[in-house]
């Protein structure tokens, strides 16, 4: 098959960039190998007519919508390596947040990573309100974070993990909010089958919480090689315009792969949608220019 636009990654973003291509009778090609950024989440929340879907169903889902476009081909399999000949939109995949700290700490997080501790609030703030929350950063994320999740819950206490970050006055305008502050480090997060119980401290005291957010460093999964050239941003994400292009021509990027920090599944859908337009565009704009310059 002679291909107008190979997609890479089958999340949100690279589904949704495949539905409007194939919808415009462009041959497109999706790559996906199935390892999505939320893989630890068992629900999914605020994409409209899909909150708390799985996102192994939302992927089934979107699947069997695009095996109804006879242009379109999914190939469950990695992409190693790209030599680009037209039109490519690279969708998402970033690696969860990490935080910088000793290595059996960010273990034991991982362990209560997406079922009792998250990265956004605006994911799972819903079904965390007015429980007892923490907020685990080491930086002054700590500070942003905290503003955000109080939203959700007045029960808040940031553990910075035996880090001094904040600021006196940063410090007493979050406890005119209720919001208090732990600067002890962290020995070990108690709960079972990653639900969130209590939080140990270095001399052995304990703080009940429920769950909580974790200001989180992002850091992008470099999934393949390529030779591409495009540009990356400021968080090391791939630069694009408003339409996703990168600087790349015939290159486009959208969701994850281009944002650094907590996303949501809507966004990435969005943007997909936004370069399978973008790229008909060119692709209908070539179309006329050829005719141009035959005549
Ligand atoms: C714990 C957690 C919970 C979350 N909860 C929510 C929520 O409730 N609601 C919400 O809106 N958002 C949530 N998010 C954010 C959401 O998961 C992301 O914003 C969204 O998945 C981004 O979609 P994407 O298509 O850009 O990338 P992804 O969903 O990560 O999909 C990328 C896909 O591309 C594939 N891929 C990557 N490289 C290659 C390659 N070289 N070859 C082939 N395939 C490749 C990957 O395997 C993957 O399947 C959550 C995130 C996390 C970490």
Redesign the pocket.
């Given at each position: 098959m002679i291909l107008d636009c190979a997609v890479?990654?089958?999340?949100?973003?690279?589904l949704n960039a495949t539905l409007v291509l194939g919808r415009s009778r462009r041959k497109t090609i999706l790559?996906?190998?199935?390892?999505?950024?939320?893989a630890?989440?068992s629900?999914?929340?605020?994409?409209i007519t899909r909150d708390g879907i799985n996102p192994q169903e939302f992927k089934k889902v979107a699947q069997e919508e695009l095996s109804r476009y006879s242009d379109v081909r999914i190939e469950k399999q990695?992409?190693h390596r790209i030599n680009k000949k037209k039109h490519l939109i690279r969708?998402?995949?970033?690696k969860?947040g990490s935080i910088q700290c000793e290595k059996d700490y960010s273990r034991r997080v991982k362990e209560f990573?997406?079922k009792s501790l998250?990265?956004?609030p605006f994911?799972?703030g819903w079904e965390l309100r007015d429980r007892p929350l923490a907020v685990i950063a080491e930086d002054h994320k700590a500070l942003h974070m905290a503003k955000m999740v109080s939203n959700w819950t007045n029960d808040l206490i940031i553990f910075t993990n035996g880090n001094k970050i904040l600021s006196l006055e940063e410090q007493e305008l979050l406890n005119s909010y209720g919001i208090r502050i732990n600067e002890k480090k962290i020995a070990a997060f108690i709960g079972e089958e990653g639900m969130l119980d209590k939080i140990q401290l270095e001399d052995n005291t304990t703080v009940f919480r429920e769950g909580g957010f974790i200001a989180a460093e992002w850091k992008p999964a470099a999934?393949?090689e390529t030779t591409l050239g495009y540009t990356l941003n400021e968080q090391g994400g791939i630069a694009t315009d408003s339409l996703q292009r990168t600087n790349t021509e015939g290159v486009f990027a959208c969701?994850?792969?281009r944002i650094a920090g907590p996303?949501?599944?809507?966004i990435?859908a969005g943007e997909g949608s936004m370069a399978a337009i973008a790229v008909n565009a060119e692709l209908i704009e070539e179309k006329f220019n050829e005719y141009k310059q035959q005549a």
């Open positions: 890479i990654g089958g999340g949100p973003a690279g790559f996906d190998d199935n390892k999505p950024r939320n630890v989440t629900e999914s929340h605020g994409f990695r992409v969708g998402g995949d970033r969860w990573y997406g998250f990265s956004c994911c799972v999934s393949f969701g994850d792969t996303s949501q599944l809507i990435a």
